[in-house]
């Protein structure tokens, strides 16, 4: 929305702009296109209209209707509207990136988030990130609850950002947030000076800041590769001979199957797609099931995610008998829980079929990645 | 003689395969292997046919179309198929035309566990398959926030508001009544290539750089329908992009982009929008990142700030080392990648290739490309193909003969400002590794001696 005040100005722009276009339709030169043959397409938007659709709040609060929503208030609609999604705590765990997180009191004091200049949280939550409070007001309005967006009144948004707010430490119990102290509390975001107009990518004008090379002869004396896709991922992405054309100077490479050692002419190779016959028979493929399922979402084979990394799962239970692991892990993954790594839950996996669910546990428990 | 033509001298060396580069011979035996070639006729054609029964199908087919056939000819020839013989499909049989059932394996895919809800995601287009400049409609690359809509275009509204004398509400009617004008340009998401900032995540060239499309648009351009609100260029330095959908999504843009080239488009490649695309009605702001390409266009507003919108505030800010997120970081600069041989691909035999890829710059038109083979020692200029557009994709061919050793295959891009495609270390040291979007990094893909085309990272 642009500024408010504006709308009475708008509005008798409006007025004058009709003379002015009656006016200039009776000369021939000026090459608006009021005085095209066109110009008279469209109508004047009535402002039930404009009020309907123009529903922006700027970083200046333009635009931000008068309302108010204390946090109590706030966890009522979070807890009804949000928590299914966002967690209970804002963290996210169960599907999307956190809202909440990675902050702390020193954040608030200078408006810098001291954790996106290190690694210590394993995602960037919304609050690490946010550096205009307005955006967090307008976003939910506009967009949430994701399934039904536009469905909460003025008031319960105000209510809900309070409650965010709230989770994040930025403002305490009793707060009420409203259109008066909104401005305020920008000034208590982590996040808040966390932001740089200094690139070149904004203005059409300005200048790149990093420029390749042009040399074009004995420009590196060694070529060393630093890194490749691990033997693991090969068929993370499925069976890439059946994602490229039958046809042509070269076939899509078959990854449900190790690399081959060496060439393989033409004449000798088997067929560039497993049959559904062999695809049928075959082991499901734990690694493509992990995937699939969204285990990787929060896990590495080898690194912290969320949840630990899959080969310090395989370490921890090593001195026991794999089928037992396997089927230890098996329940745990159905169940979920907390407490084992971490005070991050792992949200509960029983849509996940309990043959996929055992074919990765045998995998975690064998150590084979 | 173009270089993929037979020449009687290196009859020889093609047994081999040392053959001077750039040559591949015509006789049936260069395809052939060499145990093949020390058998007798009579057995080396029931070796022949037992290879074909043993591959089967398509893929059999392809081995014998090669050119390894038997001494009387190969049967793709000699026995007449059913499609020579008999009659085929009438007209209009698909009123709506299919692309052939044999590249059916050339779709739009999502990358596993890349997002975790299909709604809030992206499908990557087949760029390893692609010719030209052209993405076919229908493999557009996708990205929704809050899901996709086939929306009645009667009952779509477009308003102009904020600091114009006259708001207005356009239908679309009135929109495809006025003058239009049509031009080709590419869309590139952001994040297209993000997820290779700190090593290499994807396997193949629609997983590192599929979120690239590149079309026709036809539609009107903003600065007429601009001008026809009376819209104040004084103060108005910005517009917001609003969407119609849930997500309603929001975009600055700046003016300078509008009074150079933005449009309010209704057609992609000379149909209408197609849904997943913002059917009836997207912006199109050509060298600008695709967030910012609004679809389902419902309203535009000028003003006199940058809107801080979610997408421009949580998502598609970034992160540098120091901490800062910058913030409306828009253009995509100058960029390119060989498609073809690609990530994940092999290589059906030794000899010539035709390296093929595409190269674009949101900053203006493609001016060079230079190709490696030896993993950035040595580079060569491709050949540009024409047509040479502003802010849209070029497609680049260069000759190259695989000789059956380790080769680095590189492409490097000069655009008409003289920005040149940086390498990934050269990116990493200024932009640190966990800026998610504008990985417009130079692509390397090793060609192993087993013939497969792996994605790997240099230096």
Not at chain 1, 58 to 71: K, T
Not at chain 1, 187 to 200: K, Q
Not at chain 2, 431 to 442: D, M, P
């Amino acid at each position: 929305m642009y500024k408010s005040v504006n709308t009475r100005v708008q509005r008798r722009g409006a007025t004058l702009w009709t003379i002015a276009t009656l006016l200039a339709i009776g000369l021939t030169s000026p090459v608006s296109a009021q005085t095209t043959a066109w110009g008279k397409l469209g109508r004047t938007a009535t402002p039930a209209e404009i009020k309907a659709w123009d529903i922006d709040v700027r970083p200046d609060f333009a635009g931000l209707p008068a309302g108010s929503g204390a946090v109590s208030k706030g966890q009522d609609v979070w807890e009804s509207r949000c928590e299914s999604c966002h967690g209970t705590f804002g963290e996210s765990n169960e599907v999307f990136t956190p809202i909440i997180g990675g902050t702390t009191a020193e954040d608030i004091k200078t408006g810098h988030v001291a954790a996106l200049r290190n690694d210590s949280q394993p995602q960037r939550s919304t609050m690490m990130k946010v550096s205009q409070l307005s955006v967090l007001w307008d976003y939910i309005n506009r967009a949430m609850p994701w399934n039904q967006p536009k469905s909460l009144s003025t008031d319960e948004v105000y209510a809900v950002v309070a409650y965010i707010l709230n989770m994040a430490g930025v403002v305490p119990n009793d707060f009420v947030l409203s259109d008066k102290n909104i401005a305020a509390t920008q000034g208590r975001l982590p996040n808040r000076n966390g932001t740089t107009l200094a690139h070149g990518m904004w203005d059409v004008a300005a200048k790149p800041d990093v420029q390749g090379s042009n040399c074009m002869t004995n420009c590196a004396t060694s070529v060393t590769i630093s890194s490749r896709l691990p033997d693991y991922a090969r068929n993370a992405h499925g069976d890439i001979a059946t994602q490229n054309r039958l046809i042509g100077s070269v076939r899509g490479a078959d990854t449900l199957r190790p690399a081959a050692k060496t060439f393989v002419s033409p004449a000798e190779r088997k067929p560039a797609t497993a049959g559904p016959a062999a695809a049928a028979g075959a082991k499901p493929d734990p690694v493509k099931l992990a995937n699939q399922h969204a285990c990787m979402a929060c896990h590495g084979v080898a690194n912290k995610v969320v949840g630990p990394a899959l080969q310090d799962v395989h370490k921890k239970y090593s001195g026991q008998p794999a089928a037992d692991v396997a089927r230890q892990l098996a329940a745990r993954i159905k169940a979920g829980g907390t407490g084992t790594w971490g005070n991050i839950p792992m949200p509960p996996q029983g849509h996940v079929p309990d043959a996929d669910i055992q074919a990765i546990a045998e995998w975690i428990a064998n150590g084979k990645f | 003689m173009p270089p993929w033509q037979h020449s009687k001298k290196d009859d020889k060396a093609a047994m081999t395969f040392n053959h001077r580069p750039g040559r591949l011979q015509k006789a049936p035996e260069f395809f052939l292997t060499r145990e093949a070639m020390t058998l007798s006729r009579d057995d080396r054609r029931s070796f022949l046919r037992k290879a074909f029964l043993a591959a089967g199908g398509a893929a059999g087919t392809l081995a014998l179309s090669k050119g390894a056939v038997a001494a009387d000819g190969d049967p793709a020839i000699l026995n007449l198929p059913a499609h020579t013989k008999g009659l085929g499909q009438p007209v209009a049989a698909r009123p709506y035309g299919l692309p052939s059932k044999h590249e059916e394996n050339l779709q739009r895919r999502e990358s596993p566990g890349l997002t975790r809800v299909g709604a809030a995601s992206v499908s990557f287009a087949p760029l390893q398959g692609f010719f030209g400049i052209i993405t076919p409609s229908g493999l557009h690359f996708e990205r929704h926030h809050q899901g996709w809509w086939d929306i009645d275009p009667a009952q779509h509204r477009f308003m102009i508001n904020g600091l114009v004398k006259n708001p207005k509400v356009y239908t679309m009617d009135d929109l495809m009544r006025m003058p239009s004008i049509s031009r080709m340009h590419f869309i590139e998401c952001g994040a297209n290539t993000g997820m290779e900032w700190g090593n290499v995540a994807v396997p193949t060239v629609q997983y590192t750089h599929g979120m690239l499309s590149c079309c026709e648009f036809t539609g009107v351009p903003l600065k007429w329908l601009l001008d026809d609100c009376g819209a104040d260029f004084k103060k108005g330095k910005f517009v917001l992009a609003e969407g119609a959908d849930g997500s309603s999504m929001t975009r600055t843009i700046n003016m300078a982009n509008v009074l150079d080239d933005v449009m309010v488009a209704y057609a992609m490649n000379g149909e209408m929008l197609r849904p997943e695309n913002g059917y009836p009605l997207r912006l199109v702001v050509p060298g600008v990142q695709g967030v910012s390409w609004v679809k389902y266009l419902r309203r535009i507003e000028v003003g006199d700030m940058p809107y801080a919108a979610k997408d421009e505030t949580i998502h598609y800010v970034d992160l540098m080392p120091d901490g800062q997120h910058r913030q409306y970081t828009s253009i995509q600069e100058v960029k390119s990648v060989i498609t073809s041989p690609s990530g994940g691909q092999v290589l059906i035999d030794k000899g010539f290739f035709n390296i093929t890829g595409i190269a674009w710059s949101g900053r203006g038109k493609i001016q060079k490309v230079d190709v490696s083979v030896d993993g950035g020692k040595n580079w060569k200029s491709a050949r540009l193909e024409t047509p040479i557009l502003d802010k849209c994709l070029t497609r680049f061919n260069i000759d190259w003969t695989w000789n059956g050793g380790d080769a680095i295959l590189m492409s490097r891009a000069t655009d008409s400002t003289g920005h040149v495609q940086p390498t990934m270390t050269a990116l990493r040291k200024v932009r640190g590794t966990k800026s998610i979007y504008h990985n417009n990094s130079i692509q390397s893909w090793l060609v192993s001696a087993n013939g497969e085309v792996s994605n790997v990272q240099i230096g």
